[in-house]
């Protein structure tokens, strides 16, 4: 193979930063329930992010002491570089869901 002059090799390719997301975590910045973890992602996918694989775990996290524990749904997101200063966290890819699904995040009992 020859090095041509001039020619950037490395412009063709994405780069990205992997982020798991919390579905669970995610409902915690929303009032009104969100759609099914599998809606999130589409509309995620199609609107800012790729959301590379969905996961779902049993008794992945609990609640407060005493009460039983819950499932939850997690993303794995790809954030590209121009995004990363806000969107690798759950706040950041909340505001994004927030804008698609037309609602505002609550902050109060966000995590």
């Known amino acids: 193979m020859q090095v041509q002059s001039g020619?950037?090799?490395f412009s063709d390719m994405l780069w990205f930063v992997a982020m798991l997301v919390s579905y669970n975590w995610l409902q915690s910045y929303f009032k009104k329930k969100l759609p099914?973890?599998?809606?999130?992602?589409e509309l995620l996918t199609m609107h800012v992010f790729e959301v590379e694989s969905l996961d779902g775990f049993d008794?992945?996290?609990t609640s407060k002491?005493?009460?039983?524990?819950?499932s939850?749904?997690?993303m794995?997101?790809?954030?590209?570089p121009d995004r990363a200063h806000y969107a690798l966290s759950h706040r950041g890819i909340a505001y994004e869901?927030?804008?698609i699904i037309g609602e505002k995040i609550t902050t109060g009992n966000a995590r």
């Open 72 to 74: 939850d749904t997690v």
């Open 36 to 41: 099914s973890a599998e809606k999130v992602a």
């Open 76 to 80: 794995d997101v790809k954030v590209l």
């Open 65 to 70: 002491p005493g009460t039983s524990p819950k």
């Open 7 to 9: 020619k950037n090799y």
């Open 97 to 99: 869901l927030g804008a």
């Open 59 to 61: 008794k992945l996290t």
